[in-house]
């Protein structure tokens, strides 16, 4: 069932682009384009269309973490909720607070110091979010209460 499925899916998009865009994509960047100047300005339009994946993934794991007319949280939010709300948090801080100053060159060293740890808690936030979904996830199927769900 994909709505079982769906908290491991968007966390998995949340961490899979994250670590795509932050540890594959800008370093190709800075690797192969004729300019660093070039590579700041193509590597800060990713992170701000990495800022909306996350906060899309982040909103819809905070949605789908009641179940509807019910008071009780899904199991895997009680887990993860702190993660979700930390790791939205950091991205729109490095978004709004500390990109402009990178793009500023504002104290670049400090600021993109700065904005590079926070981006890798941000990173960990998703990967602990995605490895207790999916714990959560499989968890039925390995318990010995029924078949595992083929498929979706």
């Known amino acids: ?3 079982a499925r769906l908290p491991a899916l968007a966390a998995a998009l949340w961490w899979g682009s994250l670590t795509t865009v ?7 960047l800075f690797a192969n384009l004729p300019s660093a100047a070039m590579a700041g300005q ?3 339009k990713l992170f701000a269309a990495q800022t909306w994946v996350t906060v899309a993934c982040c909103m819809l794991l905070l949605l789908i973490s ?23 948090l950091l991205a729109l801080l490095v978004q709004f607070g500390v990109s402009p100053r990178i793009v500023a060159r504002q104290d670049l060293r400090l600021w993109h110091s700065v ?3 926070m981006y890798v808690l941000q990173w960990v ?7 207790r979904t999916v ?14 769900q083929p498929g979706l």
């Open 1 to 3: 069932m994909i709505a």
């Open 22 to 28: 932050g540890f594959l994509v800008v370093p190709l």
């Open 42 to 44: 193509m590597a800060a």
């Open 66 to 88: 009641r179940r509807r007319h019910e008071e009780f949280q899904e199991p895997w939010a009680k887990a993860v909720l702190g993660f979700v709300l930390g790791g939205l």
């Open 115 to 117: 904005g590079t740890g």
């Open 125 to 131: 936030c998703a990967l602990v979010v995605l490895w």
């Open 135 to 148: 714990q959560v996830a499989v968890a039925p199927a390995e318990d010995g209460a029924g078949p595992a």
